[in-house]
Nanobody, 122 residues
């Protein structure tokens, strides 16, 4: 059983930066594709970014491409999401997720964290 705990969310002004962390525990965490999703107020959960098991491959949704960076440290069982040039539309609850398959579909992810709130004020 994989457990995921997010941290690092908060209130930030437009143009600011935040770094989210996801601490993972459980067997063979390093074998999973890890991703970040987000759920804006009143909207469905959406894919943000994913990183392969060894960190060698990353994929981003268009709205965050060039502003967000996903990375992982398997020695520390931690996944990061560095968010720069934040915009009001980035306001959402951000979730960490783990998948043995790896995709942009939430249903393909077996394990989820509880989420961390990110609010970008203008």
């Amino acid at each position: 059983q994989v457990q995921l705990v997010e941290s690092g969310g908060g209130l930030v002004q437009v143009g600011g930066s935040l770094r989210l962390s996801c601490a993972a525990s459980g067997p063979t965490v390093s074998n999973y594709v890890m991703a970040w999703f987000r759920q804006p107020p009143g909207k469905e959960r959406e894919f943000v970014a994913a990183v392969s098991w060894n960190g060698g491959s990353t994929f981003y949704e268009d709205p965050v491409q060039g502003r967000f960076t996903i990375s992982r440290d398997n020695a520390k069982n931690t996944v990061f999401l560095q968010m720069n040039s934040l915009k009001p539309e980035d306001t959402a609850v951000y979730y960490c997720a783990a998948s043995t398959l790896g995709s942009t579909w939430a249903k393909e992810y077996e394990y989820w964290g509880q989420g961390t709130q990110v609010t970008v004020s203008s």
